[in-house]
């Protein structure tokens, strides 16, 4: 690989690993569309190169997070220790789907995705206010502590979901993740942080699954994930004063327009 592509590469990753760190998401939603359309990766390579990268980028970012005591750690591990479960299994999946399903099926949840961001009230994510509860605590000094109500079923059931599609397509998860944890109560900066920290344990499981598979591109996951580490932390320095609705609305309309380009490229080939 040429050495200008290995910067461009690593630019890409700075970028989006920064809107990734800002929203909480793990930025499978652009790596893999970018590495299927611009590089031409195998779809299943796509996704788990994408893994690998979203672990680093979390990794980041979840650090700096927990410096800043914002990820709650109760409500991390009702959706992680589920979740990383699924993306094994959703990962293990990829091998007996064709590619152009698998394309398919990113298309359907990007598209869901970009609607989401768009129109916060679109049905992704619905209350599952079930079964006991627990108390979580939040807030950086003791005069700030909060405590509030939590549902583990609730938790526990999207943290699956958002698990097995990051197996299985390559996007972290944060799309339900995040959702989850503000309808559960939890405001959305410790929403966003504790997303990362889930993301970061259920894409270590996925990656390690299609490192197994062979679906990783080493070369291209080394030079994204460069950046997405730098730009990881320039997003977790940013979340306080970023406008979170205006980039949540810039990246729906986007990925809009990656599943138009992911349709029409396919149909054409």
């Given at each position: 690989m040429a050495p200008i592509d290995l910067i461009l590469l690593c630019l890409l990753g700075v970028m989006i690993g920064a809107v990734s760190a800002l929203l909480g998401v793990g930025g499978g939603f652009f790596y893999v569309p970018a590495l299927v359309l611009i590089f031409g990766l195998d779809?299943?390579?796509?996704?788990?190169?994408?893994?690998?990268?979203?672990?680093?980028?979390?990794?980041?970012?979840?650090?700096?997070?927990?410096?800043?005591?914002?990820?709650?750690?109760?409500?991390?591990?009702?959706?992680?220790?589920p979740?990383?479960?699924?993306?094994?299994?959703?990962?293990?999946?990829?091998?007996?789907?064709?590619?152009?399903?698998l394309v398919a099926i990113f298309c359907v949840v990007l598209l869901f995705m970009g609607i989401k961001m768009i129109y916060r009230k679109f049905p992704l994510v619905f209350p599952l206010l079930i079964g006991p509860c627990r108390g979580e605590s939040y807030g950086r000094s003791p005069a700030e502590q909060r405590t509030l109500c939590i549902y583990p079923v609730h938790l526990v059931s999207w943290g699956s979901l958002a698990g097995f599609m990051s197996g299985l397509t390559g996007i972290g998860g944060g799309i339900v993740n995040v959702p989850a944890l503000t309808i559960a109560g939890i405001p959305i900066h410790y929403a966003v942080a504790t997303s990362s920290a889930v993301?970061?344990?259920?894409?270590?499981?996925?990656?390690?699954?299609?490192?197994?598979?062979?679906?990783?591109?080493?070369?291209?996951?080394?030079a994204i994930a460069v950046g997405a580490v730098l730009g990881a932390q320039a997003?977790?320095?940013?979340?306080?004063?970023?406008?979170?609705?205006?980039?949540?609305?810039?990246?729906?309309?986007l990925l809009i327009v990656v599943v138009a380009a992911l349709v029409i490229s396919h149909t054409l080939s």
């Amino acid at each position: 690989m040429a050495p200008i592509d290995l910067i461009l590469l690593c630019l890409l990753g700075v970028m989006i690993g920064a809107v990734s760190a800002l929203l909480g998401v793990g930025g499978g939603f652009f790596y893999v569309p970018a590495l299927v359309l611009i590089f031409g990766l195998d779809p299943r390579v796509a996704v788990g190169t994408s893994l690998a990268i979203i672990t680093c980028t979390t990794f980041s970012a979840s650090i700096g997070y927990g410096l800043r005591g914002q990820v709650l750690m109760k409500s991390a591990a009702y959706l992680a220790l589920p979740g990383m479960v699924f993306a094994a299994l959703g990962a293990l999946i990829t091998v007996f789907l064709p590619s152009q399903l698998l394309v398919a099926i990113f298309c359907v949840v990007l598209l869901f995705m970009g609607i989401k961001m768009i129109y916060r009230k679109f049905p992704l994510v619905f209350p599952l206010l079930i079964g006991p509860c627990r108390g979580e605590s939040y807030g950086r000094s003791p005069a700030e502590q909060r405590t509030l109500c939590i549902y583990p079923v609730h938790l526990v059931s999207w943290g699956s979901l958002a698990g097995f599609m990051s197996g299985l397509t390559g996007i972290g998860g944060g799309i339900v993740n995040v959702p989850a944890l503000t309808i559960a109560g939890i405001p959305i900066h410790y929403a966003v942080a504790t997303s990362s920290a889930v993301i970061l344990i259920t894409s270590l499981f996925a990656t390690g699954t299609h490192v197994a598979l062979g679906h990783v591109s080493f070369v291209i996951f080394i030079a994204i994930a460069v950046g997405a580490v730098l730009g990881a932390q320039a997003g977790v320095h940013l979340s306080p004063r970023a406008p979170p609705r205006t980039l949540e609305i810039a990246v729906g309309m986007l990925l809009i327009v990656v599943v138009a380009a992911l349709v029409i490229s396919h149909t054409l080939s």
